[in-house]
């Protein structure tokens, strides 16, 4: 029965992960992965559409945060010619003020996921007011409307990968107007507050009843 059925989604501290106060562009454009560097986030993908992106944009700097080893990918990217100074693999970062900095400095976030709920990498980006490229797979949809707050993928797919990132690259309007979609989609759907409230509604819905159960 679906009436039955209630939905709370994940959700981010909206005020921790925010936009950049200072209003000014960052100097160099910045492609930002975050999540543990296994096969199932689909970033061999990112690193496959590298390529396409760099002959286009070739100051691009990919920035890959998150734990696991590198050097597989560290490795292809080498066989694939790509210069040093057009990637950066930092590890984990402890301090999740460290990570707001790095998604404020982005220009495009992506989540190239094979198979996810709905990742609160995704969500902390959004709220930052960046664009997000990622997969159509699972609860993704939930949170970004294709073409309005970010634009969705097709898993596995290299060139829809690529073409998507130089979309946002080639237009910063666009990319300024999907990052403020992003975020306003977070106030108001998944919001630590909001959620809360909707959560203890949730459970004086249960509450009242069984009250009338007793009854």
């Avoid at 996810?116 to 949809?141: F, Q, T």
């Amino acid at each position: 029965d679906p009436s039955s059925i209630s939905v709370i989604y994940n959700s981010v501290d909206t005020e921790r992960f925010s936009p950049s106060r200072s209003g000014s562009p960052p100097e160099k454009d910045i492609i930002l992965f975050t999540g543990r560097l296994i096969a199932a986030k689909g970033i061999r993908y990112l690193v496959e559409a590298m390529p396409k992106v760099l002959r286009e944009y070739p100051d691009t700097l990919f920035i890959f945060i998150g734990a696991g080893n590198s050097t597989p990918y560290r490795r292809r990217l080498k066989e694939l010619g790509i210069p040093e100074k057009n990637f950066m693999f930092l590890g984990y970062l402890k301090e999740s003020s460290d990570l707001v900095e790095y998604y404020r400095a982005s220009s495009v976030f992506v989540a190239p996921t094979l198979y996810e709920n709905l990742p609160i990498r995704v969500l902390e980006a959004m709220a930052c007011g960046v664009p997000v490229v990622a997969s159509n797979v699972c609860a993704i949809p939930e949170a970004i409307d294709n073409g309005v707050n970010g634009i969705l993928i097709q898993p596995g797919s290299i060139d829809e990968l690529a073409d998507a990132i130089c979309c946002l690259l080639g237009d910063p309007n666009l990319r300024r107007k999907m990052g403020n979609n992003a975020r306003k989609t977070v106030l108001e759907r998944f919001d630590w507050n909001v959620n809360a409230i909707r959560t203890a509604e949730v459970y004086q819905q249960i509450l009242n009843s069984f009250d009338r159960k007793v009854d």
